[in-house]
C-alpha cells in the first residue's frame, strides 16, 4: 500500500506539471498505508476542471500499466538525463531515479523510496481534497490502491442510503 501510494505521488506530481505547468516543484509528501499527501508550488487554487484533469491523467498512465523502470546514476548524470531532482542538496553522489514510461516517459525523478513494478497495481487514484498550505504552497490528499476501492464502497453504501430513506433508487 505504501508503494502504491508512493508511485502515486510520482503520477500527481507529472500530471500536475503537464496541466498546470512546468513551474509545479513538488514541496513535500506524506506516504502512508492508507493515503498520500503531495505539496506543491503553485499560486492559485486548482479549478475542480483541473483536478479533474489531474486525476484522469494519472488513471490514464494506471489504466496503460505503464512500467515504473528503477535505474541508479551519478546525480550530475541525472540532472544532464532530464531527471527531476527538488532537494538537491540531500542527494549523495549516486542516486537512484524512477522513470515511469509505456513508450514515452510520463515521469523521471531522483527517489530513493519503494514503488510498484507497473503502475497498473495502484489500482486507482482519487483526489480527495487540494487546499492551499502557504503562499504559492498547495495540497492534494488523496487515495490509491485499497484506500480508493473502500472510499468507493463507502461512497456508493452511502449513496444506497440516501435513496433509501428517500424511498428511490440510487441514479
Keep these: 500500500d505504501t508503494a502504491r501510494n508512493h508511485t502515486a505521488t510520482h503520477l500527481l506530481h507529472a500530471a500536475l506539471r503537464q496541466v498546470l505547468g512546468n513551474h509545479v516543484r513538488q514541496a513535500g509528501s506524506l506516504v502512508a498505508l492508507d493515503r498520500l499527501?503531495?505539496?506543491?508550488?503553485?499560486?492559485?487554487?486548482?479549478?475542480?476542471?483541473?483536478?479533474?484533469?489531474?486525476?484522469w491523467l494519472v488513471n490514464e498512465r494506471i489504466r496503460q500499466n505503464a512500467t515504473v523502470h528503477k535505474d541508479e546514476d551519478s546525480y550530475q548524470s541525472a540532472i544532464e538525463r532530464g531527471a527531476l531532482a527538488f532537494f538537491g542538496d540531500r542527494y549523495d553522489e549516486r542516486v537512484r531515479l524512477i522513470e515511469i514510461a509505456n513508450g514515452a516517459t510520463f515521469s523521471f525523478e531522483v527517489c530513493g523510496g519503494t514503488h510498484v513494478g507497473h503502475t497498473g497495481e495502484l489500482g486507482?487514484?482519487?483526489?480527495?481534497?487540494?487546499?492551499?498550505?502557504?503562499?504559492?504552497?498547495?495540497?492534494?490528499?488523496?487515495?490509491?490502491?485499497?484506500?480508493a476501492e473502500k472510499l468507493v464502497l463507502e461512497r456508493f453504501r452511502r449513496e444506497d442510503a440516501v435513496a433509501a430513506n428517500l424511498q428511490t433508487t440510487p441514479p
Excluded at 508550488?41 to 479549478?47: F, I
Design 124 to 147: 486507482a487514484v482519487y483526489v480527495l481534497g487540494e487546499s492551499s498550505i502557504g503562499a504559492n504552497m498547495r495540497r492534494i490528499e488523496a487515495v490509491s490502491g485499497r484506500a
Design 37 to 55: 499527501r503531495f505539496d506543491f508550488s503553485h499560486v492559485e487554487a486548482l479549478t475542480p476542471d483541473e483536478i479533474e484533469q489531474v486525476q
